[in-house]
């Protein structure tokens, strides 16, 4: 039952590098989607997916990309990292019905 | 667009005393709503959810929460807190229900819980 899975769970960058937060679910879900999690701001909903081939902007979508290639993973990458995106990031995941959604563990970013 | 008010920012109770986290929605349809909840340096559980049966949802841990479409709020209860229970709660609405990519966060209520 591993449910949701982000990797890593920190992560220290400098401004201007690239990385990849990844996101795996074994529940067949087609719904995953990334959140940033800001103090005082609650969670916001950077880009989400309908299922594999197809992704759509959230909320606050600039500075990250999104694939979904399989149904399995969704992951969130920073091309150009900065400051401002220092945060805590959330991958969420539910089926088709409209059911609960599963939430990783999250992954606390810090750029430097 | 749906929106999430939690009116309380912090929240401070004596153990085995009541618990209340207020919550006002906005929303263009009969929203789904959820409480989850974070404990430190954890992720988010579900606490309990609403999609339009009973107005009055149980959770776990025994929270509760209560659908009021004529004051749009689904306040979250219990009714005598545990040291546990200390955390930050999110209010949550996914308008049109069902449509879980678009939920919409409220800022969160941090709950204290003095012994």
């Known amino acids: 039952n591993a449910g949701v899975t982000q990797t890593p769970k920190f992560q220290v960058l400098k401004t201007g590098q690239s990385m990849t937060l990844q996101c795996a679910q074994d529940m067949n879900h087609e719904y995953m989607s990334w959140y940033r999690q800001d103090p005082g701001m609650g969670l916001r909903l950077i880009h989400y997916?309908?299922?594999?081939?197809?992704?759509d902007q959230g909320e606050v979508p600039n500075g990250y990309n999104v694939s979904r290639s399989t149904t399995e993973d969704f992951p969130l990458r920073l091309l150009s990292a900065a400051p401002s995106q220092t945060s805590v990031y959330f991958c969420a995941s539910s089926s088709s019905s409209g059911g609960l959604a599963f939430f990783g563990q999250g992954t606390r970013l810090t750029v430097v | 667009a749906q929106s999430v008010t939690q009116l309380d920012s912090h929240v401070s109770v004596s153990e085995g005393t009541p618990v209340l986290l207020r919550c006002n929605y906005s929303s263009s349809y009969s929203p789904s709503l959820f409480w989850y909840v974070q404990h430190p340096n954890k992720g988010l559980q579900l606490l309990l959810k609403y999609t339009s049966a009973a107005t009055l949802v149980k959770g776990i841990n025994g929270f509760e929460a209560e659908f009021k479409k004529s004051e749009t709020s689904f306040h979250l209860t219990k009714p005598s807190a545990h040291m546990s229970d200390a955390a930050e709660y999110f209010c949550?609405?996914?308008?049109?229900?069902?449509?879980?990519?678009?939920?919409?966060f409220g800022a969160g209520t941090r709950l204290t819980v003095k012994p």
């Open positions: 949550v609405v996914s308008d049109p229900p069902g449509n879980n990519n678009d939920m919409r």
């Open positions: 997916s309908v299922g594999a081939g197809i992704t």
